[in-house]
Antibody, heavy 120, light 107 residues
Framework: EVQLLESGGGLVQPGGSLRLSCAAS????????MNWVRQAPGKGLEWVSN????????HYADSVKGRLTISRDNSKNTLYLQMNNLRVEDTAVYYC?????????????WGQGTMVTVSS | EIVMTQSPATLSVSPGERATLSCRAS??????LAWYQQKSGQAPRLLIY???TRATGIPARFSGSGSGTEFTLTISSLQSEDFAVYYC?????????FGGGTKVEIK
């Protein structure tokens, strides 16, 4: 069964840090680009970041550039999101999502999400 | 950045009726367009990719059409399990962006 399982969310103060993880199983992890997408409470979906199959390229939304860093460990089938200098507006459910065809395509599999709350 | 605009924001439909959702891109995305369904408290689920191809396991009552800047998701006969929020997303260029969503509610 194809599965993505996020962890690492929680409550953090503004300016603080968190690292999210996404454990993948049931597919060839190192053959698919991976993404983070977030959803603030009661709001729509916002794409956050993408990493290619071999980590050679990454992309970020302007709203997180310089503060959030995506990475992956293909030997552990795990995707990460290092979140630094967090802001109140980063409060959201964070989903990891798999791209359908290598470095291309729609997001054909999503995790269940992990909640990040930034508040003092 | 390509802006994706969905309309209407809310669509009230009776079970068994047809629902038509629209998505407009601020510039051409070719057919690099996906539709997702999200039910309350759940992760999004891929319905349509390539503007018109149903994802694995998606019922035939869901269909997508369009190219360039204008796209449509049609649900031919709404079932109770179809009441949800629907998002379009382009994956043509960076940054990838989503539309604001259309909530399909029971009339």
């Amino acid at each position: 069964e194809v599965q993505l399982l996020e962890s690492g969310g929680g409550l953090v103060q503004p300016g603080g840090s968190l690292r999210l993880s996404c454990a993948a199983s049931g597919f060839t992890f190192n053959s698919h680009a991976m993404n983070w997408v977030r959803q603030a409470p009661g709001k729509g979906l916002e794409w956050v970041s993408n990493i290619g199959v071999d980590s050679l390229y990454t992309h970020y939304a302007d709203s997180v550039k310089g503060r959030l860093t995506i990475s992956r460990d293909n030997s552990k089938n795990t995707l990460y999101l290092q979140m630094n200098n967090l802001r109140v507006e980063d409060t959201a459910v964070y989903y990891c999502a798999k791209r359908a065809y290598g470095d291309y395509g729609a997001f054909d599999m999503w995790g269940q999400g992990t909640m990040v709350t930034v508040s003092s | 950045e390509i802006v994706m605009t969905q309309s209407p924001a809310t669509l009230s439909v009776s079970p068994g009726e047809r629902a038509t959702l629209s998505c407009r891109a601020s510039q051409s995305v070719s057919t690099n367009l996906a539709w997702y369904q999200q039910k309350s408290g759940q992760a999004p689920r891929l319905l349509i990719y390539g503007a018109s191809t149903r994802a694995t396991g998606i019922p035939a009552r869901f269909s997508g059409s369009g190219s360039g800047t204008e796209f449509t998701l049609t649900i031919s006969s709404l079932q109770s399990e179809d009441f949800a929020v629907y998002y379009c997303q382009h994956y043509n260029t960076w940054p990838l962006t989503f539309g604001g969503g259309t909530k399909v509610e029971i009339k």
